[in-house]
């Protein structure tokens, strides 16, 4: 995204001179967790007659993010000083960049601010909705590929056909997490799994066996340590800055550590409906 230097209104910006004691900056966190990129932009105005706009819905602190190879462009938009942002990394590859600004959010007639440069004295200024009101902080970052990896399910988990069995059941006793299935269950799961409806089906089967883990494993951590499926997600787990230790606990419930792990796949299966419904319309 290139930044113009110079526009036929005033733009609080470090490399020009339209306002005198004035700054506006952006500080910009970026991380990973749980198969999204989390953006934290923390805002710093310091100039009232800008600062009056946004307070009073003319004007707001606004974050665009773009990338060039997989054509993501996105604006994200905030009145408050700090502005919290997630996205599916699955949309993010290689180079990203952030930009921050602060826009006209209605139209503006009649400009004043005390802290003008004395060439925009008696001046007759407008703002269209949209225009830029300041220019703040921007970075670059590189999302590498090895970050792209999704959790490879197949490596710790089995899905297998219960003859016997009415209800599914889950076995953590071995180097993978058996997940048996009574026989009806099974052939769907077997014709479907690789189907259009795969998320839905990971919903189905796998959320609630996840959930049937984790809340094994207060009281179980040092029987089940040694088993591959352990080390697995005790990785996954680390790698985000969580302690497994904390699952299955009030910070942090088996339900919501599954739904972490698998990266919500409740909203992707929900989405995955919606998608298939369209066609069929």
């Not at 008696?122 to 090895?146: M, P, R």
Request: net charge negative; proline share 2%; charged share 25%.
């Amino acid at each position: 995204m290139k930044i113009n230097h110079s526009y036929p209104y005033p733009v609080l910006y470090m490399n020009n001179d339209d306002y005198l004691d004035s700054s506006f900056n952006t500080k910009i966190q970026v991380y990973e967790s749980f198969g999204e990129v989390k953006i934290q932009a923390e805002f710093e105005l310091i100039n009232q007659g800008i600062q009056d706009l946004i307070d009073n819905h003319y004007g707001v602190y606004l974050v665009h993010i773009e990338c060039g190879q997989t054509s993501y462009r996105q604006a994200f938009q905030s009145s408050k000083k700090t502005l919290d942002i997630s996205i599916p990394t699955s949309v993010l590859r290689g180079k990203i960049l952030i930009h921050s600004f602060i826009i006209a959010s209605e139209k503006i007639e009649n400009y004043q601010n005390q802290l003008l440069n004395d060439w925009f004295k008696d001046i007759a200024i407008s703002f269209e909705k949209g225009n830029l009101l300041a220019i703040g902080d921007a970075i670059e970052t590189t999302l590498f590929e090895e970050n792209l990896e999704l959790l490879n399910l197949p490596s710790i988990a089995k899905i297998t056909k219960s003859n016997k069995n009415e209800f599914m059941e889950v076995d953590i006793h071995s180097n993978f997490i058996t997940i048996s299935l009574p026989e009806y269950e099974y052939n769907q799961y077997a014709s479907n799994a690789n189907s259009r409806l795969k998320n839905t089906i990971l919903s189905t089967v796998i959320v609630p066996s996840l959930v049937y883990v984790f809340s094994k494993l207060q009281d179980n951590h040092e029987d089940l340590e040694g088993y591959t499926w352990y080390q697995v997600l005790e990785k996954i787990f680390v790698d985000n800055n969580v302690n497994i230790h904390d699952v299955g606990t009030d910070s942090l419930s088996a339900l919501k550590a599954a739904q972490m792990v698998l990266r919500k796949p409740i909203r992707t299966s929900l989405e995955e409906i919606e998608k298939r419904n369209k066609m069929e319309d």
